[in-house]
């Protein structure tokens, strides 16, 4: 049998073969929990379709959604569209050892700092530039000319294969002592649950009450046919002076409710708002330093390196765990922006995003975030 030396294996059959990759739980704990757990269903996730917690086998029957010959073959998306997840995310993890120096290294794929969740990808080639980009969590032992295989399908828009390629299934075994007592529920992850809901009429409105705890990222999903379900996010509590309850309109024809909650370990650091608050934006290549002071009424002021002072005319700041967009950011008298501030602490970190000029190109840097 395949994989008998000790360690955790990932057992893959897919409707083009089967190929089998180790995971690293001592280099990538976290990853390589999360994956088991989605994998077999011992960790709960949200359906972001419809609100509910499931614990399914989350990847059978997903499909390798991007295939780019000689790089690489990424799934892990419900959708399909490579734009979702399991609800939540986790921090990265890098190690000196694991390195993007050839074929077969199986990895997370994300959206910037910190925002691992199911999707995956496996590499068919060196593809060292995501070196401390990506977390890598896995190699493929055996089955590479499936893997290979599947990199070399025919694509369309997106690099989605023509022909969907189909994980079919995705068995976990465990060889050995060490990687028996391996302890998946350990690892610092989140944790997914429905909330119950108290629903209480209040003249014209509504309003709902749950269990609220620090560090939750709550989410409401609303439907008038239990069918259809439509969500929001309320944002993450980072700090003890947070609501148990929400108030809304009352609907005429009815409405259904469904809570879930995403509980985090500890703090994910990006504010609700940046209000009344100083944000200064120190571009790399040598593209100066803006310094914003945003107002209560979506604009404010700014600064820039050799530049007259200027307003800002509109932005739209969106709260994620442990990650906040303007999105965009507009300024009287320079181009406008997309950004990602990923934060290392609750006063700073990295951010990368677009600037809109006569054409489009990237722009990073580091920023604080001060009071």
């Not at 990808?121 to 493929?140: D, E, K, M, P, Q």
Request: proline share 5%.
């Amino acid at each position: 049998m395949l994989g008998q030396t000790n360690g955790i294996f990932a057992d893959f059959t897919t409707s083009l073969g089967n190929f089998t990759c180790q995971l690293d739980y001592t280099n990538a704990p976290k990853a390589v929990a999360n994956f088991i757990g989605l994998a077999t269903g011992q960790r709960a996730w949200l359906d972001l379709t419809t609100g509910r917690v499931r614990t399914n086998a989350f990847y059978n029957g997903l499909t390798f959604h991007r295939v780019i010959a000689n790089f690489m073959i990424q799934a892990g998306s419900p959708n399909g569209l490579g734009n979702d997840g399991p609800g939540y995310v986790f921090h990265d993890e890098f190690h000196p050892s694991l390195t993007f120096s050839d074929f077969g290294v199986l990895a997370m794929a994300n959206s910037g700092t910190n925002s691992n969740g199911s999707q995956f990808f496996i590499t068919v080639a060196n593809t060292s530039w995501l070196n401390n980009v990506h977390t890598i969590f896995g190699r493929v032992i055996s089955g590479s000319n499936v893997v290979y295989a599947i990199s070399r399908v025919a694509t369309g828009a997106n690099d989605k294969p023509l022909t969907n390629v189909v994980i079919q299934t995705v068995a976990i075994r465990r060889v050995g002592t060490a990687a028996q007592a391996f302890n998946l529920h350990g690892q610092g992850l989140p944790v997914v649950t429905n909330l119950a809901l108290r629903i209480a009429p209040a003249g014209s409105d509504i309003v709902l009450a749950y269990t609220n705890r620090l560090y939750a990222d709550n989410r409401l999903y609303v439907s008038t046919n239990l069918s259809a379900w439509n969500g929001s996010e309320l944002g993450l509590e980072l700090g003890p002076a947070f609501s148990h309850s929400l108030r809304r309109p009352r609907a005429a024809g009815g409405e259904f409710f469904r809570m879930a909650q995403i509980q985090y370990p500890a703090s994910t650091l990006a504010p609700r708002a940046v209000t009344n608050r100083v944000l200064t934006l120190n571009f790399g290549g040598g593209l100066g330093t803006i310094v914003v002071t945003f107002n209560a009424s979506g604009g404010g002021t700014y600064t820039y390196t050799g530049g007259s002072p200027g307003v800002v005319t509109d932005y739209e700041w969106f709260q994620e765990p442990y990650a906040g967009r303007l999105w965009p950011i507009y300024y009287s008298a320079l181009i406008p922006m997309t950004l990602r501030l990923g934060f290392a602490s609750t006063t700073g970190g990295t951010f990368s995003g677009t600037a809109y000029g006569t054409s489009a190109f990237p722009v990073s840097g580091s920023f604080t975030l001060g009071p």
